[in-house]
């Protein structure tokens, strides 16, 4: 984790110099705020990583001397293949049009959104998938 840090900091400077040449060719006040938001956020995780890496034991990617095989076994889970996820963005597109077409949408989106999300949460509980 002490790369992934210093590549964020590395971007965290970068930002902290552009910001300024920015506004001052420009004077643009978006795209200032912008590089501003930028800047904290990237300076956010490098902190982040930078806490963790500290605290943890380092991964086999993170040694010099580590041999393949140290980095054989199980990865994590990896979630099979999901319909709820297009279910819950036709449910939110449909809630955004009714703000604009008329209530009536954004309630039925509202109602088909519940189940859609209901759906995504619970996935693992029941079916071909539980656990």
């Given at each position: 984790m002490k790369v992934e840090a210093w590549i964020f900091a590395v971007c965290s400077i970068f930002v902290l110099v552009v910001?300024?040449?920015y506004w001052?060719?420009?004077e643009d006040w978006t795209g200032t705020s912008a590089l501003t938001m930028t800047f904290l956020l990237t300076t956010l995780i490098t902190f982040y990583l930078g806490f963790h890496a500290k605290r943890m034991e380092p991964r086999p990617?993170?040694?010099k001397d580590a041999e393949i095989a140290d980095g054989a076994g199980e990865l994590g889970f990896f979630p099979p293949y999901s319909w709820w996820?297009?279910?819950?963005?036709m449910c939110l597109a449909?809630?955004?049009l009714g703000?604009?077409?008329?209530w009536w949408l954004f309630a039925l989106g509202m109602i088909f959104g519940a189940i859609a999300l209901s759906g995504l949460i619970f996935e693992y509980y029941r079916?071909?998938?539980a656990h």
């Open positions: 910001t300024p040449v001052f060719a420009s990617e993170d040694l996820p297009l279910w819950c963005g449909a809630i955004a703000v604009a077409i008329g079916g071909e998938h």
